[in-house]
């Protein structure tokens, strides 16, 4: 089994940053990639950024290059999600999730198998 816990949710004003972290458990971290995405309410789970195995590669929505950054620690066995220059429409539950087996950048929600609680992101205009 594999579990993932994010933290650093929180309210804040457009404009402002925030780090998001997930740690994850149960298996060898450094050996898969890993995504972020979320969903606002009444609209469908999104995808936000992914990287791989090793950090070296990433891929990002549309909607959040630029202000957002994925990065890894696999000593730590955590992945973040820099956010920056947040805007209303970034409000959403953030998920940190990982796929079963896959060891390159995915981008598709069907494509991951573990899923973390969420961590509520809020921004004000």
């Known amino acids: 089994q594999v579990q993932l816990v994010e933290s650093g949710g929180g309210l804040v004003q457009a404009g402002d940053s925030l780090r998001l972290s997930c740690e994850a458990s149960?298996?060898?971290?450094?050996?898969?990639?890993m995504g972020w995405f979320r969903q606002a309410p009444g609209k469908e789970r999104e995808f936000v950024a992914t990287?791989?195995?090793?950090?070296?590669?990433?891929d990002y929505a549309d909607s959040v290059k630029g202000r957002f950054t994925i990065s890894r620690d696999n000593v730590k066995n955590t992945v973040y999600l820099q956010m920056n220059s947040l805007e209303a429409e970034d409000s959403a539950v953030y998920y940190c999730?990982?796929?079963?087996?896959?060891?390159?950048?995915?981008?598709?929600?069907?494509?991951?198998?573990?899923w973390g609680q969420g961590t509520q992101v809020t921004v004000s205009s």
């Open positions: 999730a990982a796929p079963l087996t896959s060891r390159t950048t995915r981008s598709k929600i069907s494509e991951y198998y573990y």
């Open positions: 149960g298996r060898s971290f450094s050996s898969y990639a």
């Open positions: 990287i791989n195995w090793s950090g070296g590669f990433t």
